[in-house]
């Protein structure tokens, strides 16, 4: 069994909410991943937690604020986004060990307005 | 300069045709090299993945990968109109990142 499931699949909030995307697997795996992806281009990697530890940030405004609460569960807190945020949030997972295949969600959709 | 590049595309091939996707990457180092399948609106789904010079087959793919000349591809037999489209050629940093080419979108006509 190879998935990964998003909450919710789609989502528009305003410019002044707080939402949070969900992301699950039950693979065992220990590295979990975050993406944003616009239109026409690949998935730009956001964050990366390796055994429950966030080991990745590239460079994130802070109004993306992830969180880990264990080695089955991602999550991604949202406030004050901007209209440019708008994009498929993708969840991705691998077993943590280097350089082993990331399998991904099936992504929440998000609009900001 | 790009890490990962292919060619946008589209690429358009008949139907029962041999579909050619290439992929080039500039870090010697890298071990791991992916193809994912990503329809329009969905998420990137594993087609193969590949870590030995030379050619892997999974049914209708095979992916080839030579990397003295860096230089990865997938092949895709029999091409049908489901194949139609956006493959991303990703390839491992060493350092836990996939990174990911701009991706050749296929067209496959009946």
């Known amino acids: 069994d190879t998935e990964v499931t998003q909450t919710p699949k789609h989502l528009v909030m305003g410019m002044t909410n707080k939402k949070s995307l969900k992301c699950e697997q039950h693979?065992?795996?220990?590295?979990m991943y975050w993406y944003k992806q616009k239109a026409k281009k690949p998935p730009e990697l956001m964050f990366v937690?390796?055994?429950?530890?966030?080991?990745i940030n590239e460079s994130v405004p802070s109004r993306f604020s992830p969180e880990c609460p264990n080695s089955s569960l991602l999550n991604l807190h949202l406030h004050a986004l901007q209209p440019e945020d708008s994009a498929l949030y993708l969840c991705?997972?691998?077993?943590?060990?280097?350089?082993?295949?990331?399998?991904f969600g099936p992504g929440t959709r998000l609009l900001v307005l | 300069q790009k890490e990962v590049e292919q060619n946008s595309g589209p690429l358009s091939v008949p139907e029962g045709a041999i579909a050619s996707l290439n992929c080039t990457y500039s870090?010697?180092?890298?071990?791991?090299f992916f193809w994912y399948r990503q329809y329009s609106g969905k998420s990137p789904e594993l087609i193969m993945f590949?870590?030995?010079?030379g050619d892997k087959e999974d049914g209708r793919f095979t992916a080839q990968l030579n990397k003295a000349s860096q230089y990865v591809s997938l092949l895709i037999r029999d091409s049908q109109p489901s194949d139609s489209a956006t493959y991303l050629c990703?390839?491992?940093?060493?350092?836990?990142?996939?990174?990911f080419g701009q991706g050749t979108e296929l067209s496959v006509k009946p």
């Open positions: 991705a997972s691998s077993s943590g060990q280097a350089q082993e295949t990331q399998y």
């Open positions: 693979m065992g795996h220990r590295a």
């Open positions: 937690y390796s055994y429950e530890k966030l080991s």
């Open positions: 870090d010697r180092g890298s071990q791991s």
């Open positions: 590949i870590y030995s010079n």
């Open positions: 990703a390839v491992d940093n060493q350092g836990g990142k996939l990174i």
